[in-house]
């Protein structure tokens, strides 16, 4: 049997490669090679180069030494550490065209950029007088035209039917849309209409007040996840205390 093979059959991919944790690797490197110095107490150098081989080869091939280390970085390292090691796997995959413009990841999870925050604020009070125009609706989504269904949140586009949850989610996509158009964000532009829904509705859930009204939001379900290292909560359906219009509702899409 060949080194290779021994290898991939040690291998555990949701481990290693891409889904290597830095900050897992980093403390399990350090305690091989404690363990490595502690066994050369007793067992001589030989000892303890022969602990320092198999352990580096067990976090080399299965990203870690001791099992449940993910969990036990989650527990003890604080999330400034994490973010010096770059964790970024918090930011949620619809989020990613929009990082650095809108969102920055931050080891509980996305978060809105303080700048953007505000000029999302601004958008949503303008909006909020002013109406969502179709106009708005076709920037949104990065098409030429889109009209309104009287009597719905919804939209005929290239043929189409596009719905929005209630007033208050339109609402809130439509200004992050426009502050995301107007802050030029080239990653944002090449997403196709669905992507853009999907972004749109991922910080959406990053909102904290009521849009429509400005109202507190009652988060009833939300969901925790755990990656390596850290966990965080999303949320799957809020509706605003005030005047009780839902703003997000992610049941079906888990
Ligand atoms: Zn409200």
Redesign the pocket.
Known sequence: MSIRSVGDRLRRPEYTGENRCLPCTVVNVCLTVVAAAAATVPLGPPGGLAVLLVGLGAVYFRGYLVPGTPTLTMRYFPPWLLELFGKELELRETLVPVKGVAVRATAEGGRLIDSFADAWDDRIERMRDAGVSDDDVATLLGVETASSVSGDVAYVVDGGLRRWLSE?ALLADAAAAAVLDARGGEAWEALSPDERVATLRDLRKLLTY??????DLDEEETETVETCCTESERVLMAT??????RLIEDLGER
Do not use: I, K, Q
Request: aromatic share 0%; with cysteine; net charge negative.
């Open positions: 208050s009521c849009p429509r009204c400005g109202g605003c205390l005030d005047c009780d219009v």
